[in-house]
């Protein structure tokens, strides 16, 4: 597609509920991250794909989330038992890597999705 | 410490206003630093990377201290619409082709008036 498209753009769950945020990247892009914003704060990674490599899950919060990338395009993140921490904007994001590319390359350019609104009542 | 830290402002700055931003790291093994801004309610977006001689980009110029572990911003001429939150972004690879993260920054808040 044009952008990085991402859905739900608003969930709304209950406390103990799990939830699925999905992430559709840029056709060809083969990095994909997610990251997460709470209210005035920064961004905080929590996972990122490259190809075939394994994944880095050092950001994953607790063994609550998990993600998974399949085929190399769209990526789920998947919350279980939600907690009214877990409320946030869930941005994904991906780029086009080119190997041996300086990483400020314009090539290398992070494009975000308008992100998942997730709120924990 | 927070692995990149700001200061989270506001800046209230009137129109025709320099302002600048600084933004400290604390791996000295970063070797990527680049500039997002986002609007309120909006995601990120690049506005510019960060290269070792420092680079401008109109009214924008980014400047680099490895010594000091240190990036800034400057921008000349503020307009209205530079109204928003400006995130420092560091990462520890130069070259793609290995995993990697971008940390980010808490960001700060610019507001621009007439």
């Known amino acids: 597609g044009a952008g990085v498209s991402q859905s739900p753009s608003n969930k709304v769950t209950e406390k103990g509920k799990d939830v699925e945020l999905r992430c559709d990247p840029i056709s060809g892009h083969t990095a994909l991250y997610w990251y997460r914003q709470s209210l005035g704060q920064g961004l905080e990674f929590l996972i990122y794909?490259?190809?075939?490599?394994?994944?880095?899950k050092s950001g994953l919060p607790s063994d609550r989330f998990s993600a998974e990338r399949t085929g190399g395009s769209v990526s789920t993140l998947t919350i279980q038992r939600t907690q009214q921490e877990d409320s946030a904007v869930y941005l994904c994001a991906s780029s086009l890597v080119q190997r041996g590319v300086p990483l400020f390359s314009g090539a290398n350019v992070l494009t975000f999705g308008a992100g998942s609104r997730l709120t924990v009542l | 410490r927070k692995e990149v830290e700001q200061d989270p402002g506001p800046f209230n700055v009137p129109e025709g206003a320099t302002v600048a931003f600084n933004c400290t790291y604390s791996?000295?093994?970063?070797?990527?630093f680049f500039w997002y801004r986002q609007d309120c309610r909006k995601e990120p977006k690049l506005l510019m990377s960060v290269y070792s001689s420092g680079n401008e980009d109109g009214r924008f110029t980014a400047q680099l201290n490895r010594a000091s572990q240190y990036i800034s911003l400057l921008i000349r001429d503020s307009k209205l619409s530079d109204s928003a939150t400006y995130l420092c972004?560091?990462?520890?690879?130069?070259?793609?082709?290995?995993?990697?993260?971008?940390?980010f920054g808490t960001g700060t808040r610019l507001q621009v008036t007439l």
């Open positions: 791996n000295s093994a970063s070797q990527s």
């Open positions: 972004v560091v990462n520890t690879q130069y070259y793609t082709g290995t995993a990697s993260k971008l940390t």
């Open positions: 794909f490259q190809g075939n490599s394994a994944p880095d």
